[in-house]
């Protein structure tokens, strides 16, 4: 199986910085797309930021000018960097990612990591 685990995450006011990390582990063949998603309180939820392999990106228009994602393969780790966080902003992020592991291919969810954006 593929472990993902979250950190990062915190309180940050308004116009701060946050970097969140997502480092995957287990029996794994080959990483795919990594990616980050977030869930407001209410709300469903929606796509941050992806990454492949290969390092192409595709980021939310809502974040694109604000933050970056980016990856390390040889540690099987993807970054969030976040820069001038709004409260909208507050959210649980979840890290994913598709996975090879032997005879299978896998779609795994992190446990969450909660960014809180005051005013």
């Known amino acids: 199986q593929v472990q993902l685990v979250e950190s990062g995450g915190g309180l940050v006011q308004a116009g701060g910085s946050l970097r969140l990390s997502c480092a995957a582990s287990g029996s794994i063949l080959r990483i795919n797309h990594m990616g980050w998603y977030r869930q407001a309180p209410g709300k469903r939820r929606e796509l941050v930021a992806t990454i492949t392999s290969a390092g192409g990106t595709n980021c939310a228009d809502s974040v694109k000018d604000r933050f970056a994602i980016s990856r390390d393969n040889a540690k099987n780790t993807v970054y969030l960097q976040m820069n001038s966080l709004k409260p909208e902003d507050t959210a649980v992020y979840y890290c994913?990612?598709?996975?090879?592991?032997?005879?299978?291919?896998?779609?795994?969810w992190g446990q969450g990591t909660l960014v809180t954006v005051s005013s």
């Open positions: 994913n990612c598709n996975a090879f592991i032997p005879h299978r291919n896998l779609e795994v």
